[in-house]
């Protein structure tokens, strides 16, 4: 076994290091920026340089050293490299080579390119942890373009009707995502504190995203008629949102596919945005690999065990401490 998986995290024996583990290790690669795969507190990090801003901006001062996609690093006799996983900026699935045998830790990935983050490369391995937050047939994504007609007209309705429109987002992905689908033309851009921090250090990295305005206690909010609001879900339901009038409310996540989710939240509209692979995305991210054994984690995992097996794959079900399957689309960030 290249990997083995533990209490801590997935472990590499004959290299001596962890993937994205949840408790304090001595070397940690992390695949990307979000809560619940970069904990703080391992004595040493290694993940892409393109997510070493973000990671510092959510750690702190931590011991980082960084490769490029594709570069390849020997570590106690294992071969690791870092290869994109279209997710979000700086994601990146993790290749371990050990004696000849290749090993990928999926992270997250998305499979169809979002003009933002590096796109998924399918990489060949023998072993593959894949996530399966969307695993189930339903969630069948709508392209980009489709999904931006979609939200500029929301946005463009309300403006004409003088309503502000707010969507709520997670602040590192999706609410990047978000601004690369909508048109500025229709309006002014306001961000939450917690989004623009993500913004302003994904543009000193050059990555392309349009103008936007932070919310400060200063904001005048009569003075942005029609504006569009990107912020963190849960600062939709507070004081921060109830200061610029009654607005048009909506969420952006996978889970607006399905309708009691979409019930559940207390907004006006659900746009499904996903940074995460849908059903045939992981289909083909898994069939791309070449591998014949699959661990699944994150989400549907039984079920698309299951699947997997009928389709003739030695298939087993890695439990992560990933946290609910809610949590990469939904508003605990900002909690961890
Ligand atoms: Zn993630
Ligand atoms: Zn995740």
Redesign the pocket.
């Given at each position: 076994m290249v990997l083995e998986f533990r209490e801590e995290g997935i472990y590499c024996p004959a290299g001596d290091f962890h993937v994205d583990p949840w408790q304090p290790v001595e070397r940690a690669l992390i695949t990307?920026g979000?809560a619940d795969?970069a904990y703080a507190g391992h004595r040493r990090y290694l993940a892409t340089e393109a997510a070493a801003p973000v990671l510092r901006h959510r750690l702190g001062e931590i011991t980082l050293e960084t490769m490029r996609y594709g570069e390849r690093r020997d570590i106690n006799g294992v071969t690791v490299s870092f290869h994109p996983a279209g997710?979000?900026p700086g994601s990146a699935q993790i290749r371990i080579e050990h004696r000849g045998e290749i090993w990928v830790v999926s992270g997250?990935y998305k499979t169809t390119p979002d003009g933002l983050s590096e796109p998924f490369a399918p990489v060949s391995c023998h072993a593959f942890i894949t996530e399966c937050t969307f695993g189930l047939p339903v969630f069948d994504w709508r392209d980009e373009a489709t999904l931006a007609t979609e939200i500029n007209a929301w946005w463009q309705a309300n403006a004409a009707e003088g309503r502000p429109s707010a969507i709520g987002a997670y602040s590192l992905g999706k609410a990047q995502r978000l601004l690369t689908l909508v048109d500025p033309s229709i309006g002014p851009i306001l961000t939450h504190g917690a989004v623009e921090a993500v913004d302003e250090i994904l543009r000193g990295q050059g990555y392309a995203l349009p103008e936007t305005t932070r919310v400060t206690p200063e904001t005048d909010p009569k003075a942005h008629p029609g504006a569009l609001l990107i912020a963190p879900p849960s600062a939709l339901e507070g004081r921060w949102l109830r200061r610029f009038g009654p607005a048009a409310t909506a969420f952006a996540s996978g889970w607006m596919a399905l309708r009691g989710v979409r019930r559940r939240r207390a907004v006006d509209r659900g746009f499904v945005v996903s940074?995460h692979a849908d059903w045939a995305g992981l289909n083909a991210a898994i069939r791309e690999t070449g591998a014949e054994r699959i661990f699944a984690t994150h989400g549907y995992t039984a079920t698309f065990r299951q699947w997997l097996e009928s389709q003739g794959y030695d298939a087993r079900i890695v439990e992560t401490a990933y946290g609910d399957e809610l949590v990469?689309e939904a508003d605990t960030e900002d909690a961890a």
């Open positions: 990307h979000h795969h997710h979000v997250d940074d990469d």
